[in-house]
């Protein structure tokens, strides 16, 4: 996924009201960017931090600039929840992950379960539908590791049971998961953090959900998944 025009950067000043971010441009200039992410961003808003941001040229926009990377722990990571399904998208298209190729339709956003809307549904006539869920992952305590989710998430449990009740359908269920950070090699699910979610994983995983992890390259000018990690305990 390449950005559509270079990324113009700053420090952050403060993020507020989850969707909004002050922050001083390297040209002096202060601005309020938009914040694409719902999360916590646990470690990841300490005012004077390095940020990239996206400039939108749509004049009905209250706030033209979106934040999309921040550096942390001496890497870059990238935050805006919305890019993982393109990023995921490539992955499958272009072969990484091999259990997922073959496909005949990829469709996107695609209405499942209860009130959900499943990220990617991969179609073949020949074979099940894989229900395929995305989740963006950007934190890290442990060098080399990172971790989801870095909250509380009752609709991330919500999607681990939907999947399995896919699964139980006659279907694939997978969760697939797209580290926006280089620096980490493997992925754990954070019970600390969030037990409902740890244990939703479990049950998910005994009733045959597949779980994949993605490390990404990121620049400022793109970012790109290049392989898969392993999921530990």
Not at 25 to 41: A, K, Y
Not at 215 to 226: L, N, S
């Given at each position: 996924?390449?950005?559509?025009?270079?990324l113009?950067?700053?420090?952050?000043?403060?993020?507020?009201?989850?969707?909004?971010?002050?922050?001083?441009?390297d040209?002096?200039?202060?601005?309020?960017?938009?914040?694409?992410?719902?999360?916590?961003?646990?470690?990841?808003?300490?005012?004077?931090?390095?940020?990239?941001?996206?400039?939108s040229?749509?004049?009905?926009?209250?706030?033209?600039?979106?934040l999309?990377?921040v550096?942390?722990?001496?890497?870059?990571?990238?935050?805006?929840?919305?890019?993982?399904?393109?990023i995921?998208?490539?992955?499958?298209?272009?072969?990484?992950?091999?259990?997922?190729?073959?496909?005949?339709?990829?469709?996107?956003?695609?209405?499942?379960?209860?009130?959900?809307?499943?990220?990617?549904?991969?179609?073949d006539?020949?074979r099940?539908?894989?229900?395929?869920?995305?989740?963006?992952?950007?934190?890290?305590?442990?060098?080399?590791?990172?971790?989801?989710?870095?909250?509380?998430?009752?609709?991330?449990?919500?999607?681990?049971?939907?999947?399995?009740?896919?699964?139980?359908?006659?279907?694939?269920?997978?969760?697939?998961?797209?580290?926006?950070?280089?620096d980490?090699?493997?992925?754990?699910?954070?019970?600390d953090l969030?037990?409902?979610?740890?244990?939703?994983?479990?049950?998910?995983?005994?009733?045959?959900?597949?779980?994949?992890a993605?490390?990404?390259?990121?620049?400022p000018?793109?970012?790109?998944?290049i392989?898969?990690m392993?999921?530990?305990?």
């Amino acid at each position: 996924m390449i950005f559509t025009s270079p990324l113009v950067t700053g420090r952050l000043v403060q993020r507020y009201k989850r969707f909004l971010a002050d922050i001083i441009l390297d040209d002096g200039n202060p601005i309020t960017s938009s914040v694409p992410n719902t999360g916590s961003m646990l470690g990841l808003t300490d005012p004077g931090i390095r940020v990239w941001l996206s400039l939108s040229n749509d004049t009905k926009r209250k706030y033209p600039h979106t934040l999309q990377m921040v550096e942390a722990q001496g890497t870059i990571v990238g935050i805006n929840t919305g890019l993982p399904n393109r990023i995921a998208e490539e992955a499958i298209l272009s072969g990484l992950l091999p259990t997922l190729t073959g496909y005949g339709e990829l469709k996107r956003e695609q209405k499942y379960g209860i009130n959900s809307r499943i990220d990617i549904l991969l179609h073949d006539g020949e074979r099940p539908s894989a229900y395929v869920e995305v989740k963006n992952v950007h934190f890290s305590r442990t060098n080399g590791l990172a971790e989801f989710p870095d909250s509380p998430t009752a609709r991330g449990a919500k999607h681990l049971d939907e999947l399995g009740n896919m699964v139980e359908s006659g279907h694939r269920g997978v969760m697939l998961y797209v580290i926006q950070r280089g620096d980490c090699d493997s992925l754990k699910i954070c019970g600390d953090l969030d037990p409902i979610y740890a244990a939703a994983f479990e049950r998910a995983m005994r009733r045959g959900v597949e779980a994949y992890a993605l490390k990404c390259h990121i620049t400022p000018t793109g970012i790109a998944a290049i392989s898969t990690m392993p999921i530990i305990d």
